[in-house]
Every structure is written in structure tokens, then in C-alpha cells.
């Protein structure tokens, strides 16, 4: 069965410390699609970043970075130097090849304190 | 910006009453997906339309349907209200039959308010 997990329901850092978001998925299929998105409160989704099963190659743009290992089936996302403005739910999500939904992780609130 | 954008923003309803949320998808994205996000949790698939046909459907019973219409916009209908339907409705699109193989981008959503 398809999860995704995010332990840490919220987190707070003083701006420009540098935090990491945990993630943590289950899935039978071998094909599959690792997603991490922002909610800002406005509420609208915003898309940060898309990996798939075969591309274990880790991620560095700008500020944000993701690390993925297949072998402990994390998909982590750091912020380095965080700003104000990164305040947000994260949601990382998991979609399957053989699937049409994605299936999202609770989420993870993050508030940086000037 | 996405190019995705929802309609109403906001909605007070009734228990037992019917309602439609509106989506309009970016230009050439044959595919809709809807989501139900309740107060503190992530979204949650509700079904997805490709070319105006369902195209895969969540955990969610027959009273929530939806339409996809030729010019990119799509509704959500839920009928006979429950307390329990107050959430956050968002609806995604992507440019073809998505799978996880596409990346689906989310309008601003409606927030329903069931009493």
C-alpha cells in the first residue's frame, strides 16, 4: 500500500538556520514519483519538486536541497538560511506509474522566527 | 502562479444541501484531479477526469461526482451535505493522462463550511 509519512508535525528555527524536513514512504511498485509541495496559508499548493524512483541523484536549488535514498525510502527536503517568508505546511506526497493519484503526507508546519 | 484557478473562494452551506465548485485548468491540460483537504491534514484524491471521462476515484462515496467540460474547467458536485464535507477543495491539472508521471498543479482552492 501506497504511505507517506512526515514524523514532525511542526518545527520552529530562528531565520537563517538551516532545517530539514523528514520523509519517509511505502510503496510496492518499483516506478514511482516523489513530490514535495508548499502551503503557504493562502492555501494554494505550490510545487517544489518532483523525483522519480530510478533518479536517486540529490537536488541542490538555490536555498532548498532534497536527498532521496531508496535503501531507507526517504525523500528529505533541507532549507539552508531559512527566511521568513519559507514559513509554510510542506506536504511531501508519493504517486505510483500504475496510479493517478498522489497520495499526500500529513505535513510538516514550519515557522521561522525572525 | 499556476494558471489554475477555483471558484467560489469561499462557501456556507447546510447539511443536506447540494453544491458545485468550479476549476478552470491551465490551457491544453487535458487532466483534473480534485482534492478534499480537512483542517490540518493533506490533501486527500478524490477522482480525476481525463478528456471529460473519470479516469481513477478515491475513497469517496457516489454523492461526490464531477464534470470536465472541452474548454478546461471541470466541477465538483457534492450532494446531501455532511458536517464532515467542510474543507478545503482544491482541484490540480496536468497535461496529459497523468499517472505520478506528470506533475499535477494545484489552483487556491474553495474552503466549504458545512452547518
Known amino acids: 500500500a501506497q504511505k507517506v509519512t512526515q514524523a514532525q508535525t511542526e518545527i520552529s528555527v530562528v531565520e537563517k538556520e538551516d532545517v530539514t524536513l523528514d520523509c519517509v514512504y511505502e510503496t510496492r511498485d518499483t516506478t514511482y514519483y516523489l513530490f514535495w509541495y508548499k502551503q503557504p496559508p493562502s492555501g494554494e499548493l505550490v510545487f517544489l519538486i518532483r523525483?522519480?524512483?530510478?533518479?536517486?541523484q540529490n537536488e541542490i536549488s538555490g536555498r532548498y536541497s532534497w536527498n532521496f535514498q531508496k535503501s531507507t525510502s526517504s525523500f528529505n527536503f533541507t532549507i539552508t538560511a531559512s527566511q521568513v517568508v519559507d514559513s509554510a505546511v510542506y506536504f511531501c506526497?508519493?504517486?505510483?506509474?500504475?496510479?493517478?493519484?498522489?497520495?499526500f503526507g500529513k505535513g510538516t508546519r514550519l515557522h521561522i522566527l525572525p | 502562479e499556476t494558471g489554475v484557478t477555483q471558484s467560489p473562494t469561499h462557501l456556507i452551506k447546510t447539511r443536506g444541501q447540494q453544491v458545485t465548485l468550479r476549476c478552470s485548468s491551465q490551457s491544453g491540460h487535458n487532466t483534473v484531479s480534485w482534492y478534499q483537504q480537512a483542517l490540518g491534514q493533506g490533501p486527500q484524491f478524490i477522482f480525476q477526469y481525463y478528456r471529460e471521462e473519470e479516469n481513477g476515484r478515491g475513497n469517496f462515496p457516489p454523492r461526490f461526482s464531477g464534470l470536465q467540460f472541452p474548454n478546461y474547467s471541470s466541477e465538483l458536485n457534492v450532494n446531501a451535505l455532511e458536517l464532515d464535507d467542510s474543507a478545503l477543495y482544491l482541484c490540480?491539472?496536468?497535461?496529459?493522462?497523468?499517472?505520478?508521471?506528470?506533475?499535477?498543479?494545484f489552483g487556491p482552492g474553495t474552503r466549504l463550511l458545512v452547518l
Open positions: 523525483r522519480n524512483s530510478f533518479d536517486e
Open positions: 490540480a491539472s496536468s497535461p496529459g493522462l497523468a499517472g505520478g508521471q506528470e506533475t499535477q498543479y
Open positions: 506526497a508519493l504517486s505510483e506509474r500504475r496510479d493517478d493519484k498522489i497520495i
